[in-house]
């Protein structure tokens, strides 16, 4: 590592006794955590005010493409078994608990083999993405985005050939992929690249706000989990952080919550929500957030503030 402020070098690992070769690193906005593969596995290293210091190490053969988020909350890494093999192996770690809160390792069929050329995360590190070969016979999509805390993508995208590169943006809204015309293993010139808006909002609503009316909420999530709409008159600012659920933003001394039912196989629920009809609400706010559960809880990202209107 350089420190680009007075030019010293911190030697974080030494890569030369290992067979290994040393294929992703990545450091946090802030500079203070640095994810990278060592020897046979991935570690993390963090500064402690005078040096960087190795605080967590999990072995994870093979040559590894890896991301921190700018916020240092987050590292998520993958790789794959390249020429010998169709599999690719992902993995997503929080920083502050040291713990792995998702993994998919997922083998494609056919003679190709497969492996994670890039890997991006979202400035807060609740998404990310990964760019892969892909399998023989397009089973396994090469563009593959999960959250923080689900094994499972969240949404997977099918190019005609192998994606190379990627990258997401801070807000996890948009996509950018670069890729070849066919598998990275065929011979081929040429190339594309796809700009991908993301599904949006987690949680929205429809109609306009005015007193008295019904307004329609939409909670989106995985199929067959349970649905909620959380409501609060006020807002916690900084919102109130739960490692494994996400950030609450409404006040939970004076927070309801109304269950919306299962989310079903679109990846959404509706829930709809009648609002007062006294004219002295005009001009006041409401606050509202989306939660699902059933096995696991978690908060949606967005929260909406409704201004009652006439």
């Not at 040393?22 to 500079?31: C, E, K, P, Q």
């Not at 005609?160 to 996509?175: E, F, H, K, N, Y």
């Not at 004076?254 to 509706?270: D, E, F, K, Q």
């Amino acid at each position: 590592m350089l420190d680009l402020a007075d030019g010293s070098v911190h030697l974080l690992f030494d890569h030369s006794p290992y067979a290994v070769s040393l294929m992703g690193v990545a450091i946090s906005g802030d500079g203070s955590v640095v994810g990278c593969n060592v020897a046979s596995g991935m570690a993390l290293f963090e500064w402690n005010g005078t040096d960087y210091v190795q605080t967590w190490y999990r072995d994870f053969p093979g040559s590894v493409r890896v991301d921190v988020s700018e916020d240092g909350t987050t590292m998520a890494y993958g790789t794959g078994g390249g020429y010998s093999g169709p599999y690719i192996v992902t993995e997503c770690v929080d920083v502050l608990t040291k713990t792995v809160t998702m993994t998919e390792d997922i083998t494609g069929i056919g003679q190709y083999g497969n492996w994670i050329e890039d890997v991006s995360i979202s400035a807060d590190g609740t998404r990310f993405v990964t760019a892969s070969w892909g399998d023989e016979f397009d089973l396994v999509p090469e563009v593959r985005v999960y959250s923080k805390y689900e094994s499972a993508p969240i949404q997977t995208l099918n190019l005609p050939g192998s994606a190379i590169t990627v990258d997401l943006s801070r807000d996890a809204q948009w996509i950018a992929v670069g890729s070849r015309p066919v598998h990275a293993q065929l011979p081929s010139i040429g190339g594309r690249v796809d700009l991908f808006r993301m599904g949006g909002s987690d949680f929205t609503m429809t109609t306009v706000p005015a007193i008295g009316s019904t307004v329609t909420f939409e909670i989106f999530g995985q199929p067959g989990r349970k649905a909620s709409l959380l409501d609060s008159p006020a807002m916690v600012d900084p919102p109130i952080a739960f490692q494994a659920w996400g950030l609450l933003h409404l006040q939970p001394s004076a927070m309801t919550l109304t269950p919306a039912g299962v989310i079903g196989p679109s990846g959404s629920r509706t829930i709809t929500w009648t609002l007062p009809s006294d004219p002295s609400w005009i001009g006041t706010s409401h606050y509202f957030q989306g939660f699902t559960n059933d096995p696991k809880r978690m908060l949606t990202r967005d929260w909406l503030v409704v201004t009652y209107l006439p």
